[in-house]
């Protein structure tokens, strides 16, 4: 518990995934964040995290560089940290 606020982290869950059961699983973390429960999602798939998250906390070598929303403003910077070019989300 965080302030009273449920915590619950999923590592890598689209792992192995499918683009079907990819949204699935991003439309049951809505949910649980409607539900008022604070997600952490550790991921490299840059199509969950635009159809899942509000921010992108990038973590390296022990420090955290980034502090992204994730808004059509910071897409350029999104697409630099996941490594994708343009184009290439669905």
């Given at each position: 518990?965080?302030?009273?606020?449920?915590?619950?982290?999923?590592?890598?869950?689209?792992?192995?995934?499918?683009?079907?059961?990819?949204?699935?699983?991003?439309?049951?973390?809505?949910?649980?964040?409607?539900?008022?429960?604070?997600?952490?999602?550790?991921?490299h798939?840059?199509?969950?995290?635009?159809?899942?998250?509000?921010?992108?906390?990038?973590?390296?070598e022990?420090?955290?560089?980034?502090?992204?929303?994730?808004?059509?403003?910071?897409l350029?910077?999104?697409?630099?940290?996941?490594?994708?070019?343009?184009?290439?989300?669905?």
């Amino acid at each position: 518990m965080i302030c009273g606020k449920d915590l619950l982290i999923f590592d890598e869950p689209t792992s192995g995934l499918d683009f079907d059961s990819m949204t699935q699983v991003a439309g049951l973390i809505r949910r649980l964040s409607d539900m008022g429960k604070v997600i952490f999602i550790v991921t490299h798939d840059f199509e969950f995290v635009c159809r899942t998250c509000s921010r992108v906390l990038h973590f390296d070598e022990g420090k955290m560089p980034d502090d992204v929303p994730v808004t059509m403003d910071a897409l350029p910077k999104l697409r630099e940290l996941f490594s994708v070019s343009e184009g290439k989300e669905r």
